[in-house]
Nanobody, 121 residues
Framework: VQLVESGGGLVQAGGSLRLSCAAS????????MGWYRQAPGKQRELVAT????????NYAESAKGRFTISRDNAKNTMYLQMNSLKPEDTDVYYC???????????????WGQGTLVTVSS
């Protein structure tokens, strides 16, 4: 499976952005998807996840109340709506998918290439 993010860019503090992650490929059964972010020199950290079956969501404390993760299964696309953005939200945001490779029955994780979000003060 391949993941392609889009929607990053420059926004002023208090503004909004919506990130998209399009998944392609048929030999992979997705169990969960998520958004992570990483600043230069820092570890990649969780932003939010969503399970494929029941749509349960999980958010980092910093994202609660401001960000919303969602999925459109018909389009194989995941979204992250980010509102009330702060300068400290400036990071590269990565899409992640965890699932089972149908040919090997092994659990794998796949990452997108990342999209830069810059929030100016």
């Amino acid at each position: 499976v391949q993941l392609v993010e889009s929607g990053g860019g420059l926004v002023q503090a208090g503004g909004s952005l919506r990130l998209s992650c399009a998944a392609s490929g048929s030999r992979f059964s997705i169990v969960t998807m998520g958004w992570y972010r990483q600043a230069p020199g820092k570890q990649r950290e969780l932003v939010a996840t969503i399970t494929n079956g029941d749509g349960r969501t999980n958010y980092a404390e910093s994202a609660k109340g401001r960000f919303t993760i969602s999925r459109d299964n018909a389009k194989n696309t995941m979204y992250l709506q980010m509102n009330s953005l702060k300068p400290e939200d400036t990071d590269v945001y990565y899409c992640n998918a965890g699932g089972v490779a149908l040919e090997t029955a092994r659990y794998l994780e796949v990452w997108g290439q990342g999209t830069l979000v810059t929030v100016s003060s």
